[in-house]
C-alpha cells in the first residue's frame, strides 16, 4: 500500500508541477486606417511705396599753361623775352542736379492648397506561449 500511495502523490505531483497553459498558442491582428484632409487659402494683400531724392552737385576748375617762353640774346647782347606763343588758359564747370523717383507696387492674389492623406497598415503575428 506504501507503494501506491507514492505512485499516486508522484502523478498528483507531476499534475501540478506541469505548467497550466503550456503550448497555449495566440494571433494577435492588428488594423489600422487613416484620412485626413487639409485645405489651405491664403490671401495675399500687399502695398509698397517708396520715394527716393537725390540733390547732387559737382565743381571742376583747371589752370594750365600752353606754349612756351622764348628767350633771345647772346653773351653780349640784352635778353629779351617774347610771349608769343604763351598762352595761360582757365576753365570750370559746375554741375547741379535733382532726382527723385517714386515707386507704387501693389501685389494681391489666393494660394490654396488641397491635401488629401490616406494610410493604412496591417500587422498579423502569432506564436507559443
Not at 494577435?28 to 484632409?37: A, G, M, P, V
Not at 515707386?103 to 492648397?113: A, E, R
Request: glycine share 8%; aromatic share 10%.
Amino acid at each position: 500500500m506504501k507503494n501506491i500511495k507514492v505512485l499516486g502523490l508522484a502523478i498528483i505531483t507531476s499534475i501540478v508541477a506541469a505548467p497550466a497553459f503550456a503550448g497555449e498558442t495566440y494571433v494577435r491582428n492588428e488594423w489600422s486606417k487613416t484620412r485626413s484632409y487639409t485645405k489651405n487659402d491664403l490671401h495675399l494683400d500687399s502695398h509698397t511705396d517708396s520715394t527716393r531724392k537725390e540733390i547732387y552737385g559737382s565743381f571742376a576748375y583747371k589752370e594750365y599753361t600752353d606754349g612756351d617762353v622764348t628767350k633771345k640774346g647772346g653773351l653780349f647782347k640784352p635778353k629779351t623775352v617774347s610771349y608769343d606763343d604763351y598762352c595761360e588758359h582757365t576753365a570750370g564747370s559746375l554741375l547741379l542736379g535733382k532726382f527723385k523717383e517714386t515707386n507704387y507696387t501693389n501685389l494681391s492674389g489666393n494660394i490654396t492648397t488641397h491635401i488629401n492623406t490616406k494610410s493604412n497598415y496591417h500587422e498579423t503575428s502569432a506564436g507559443v506561449r
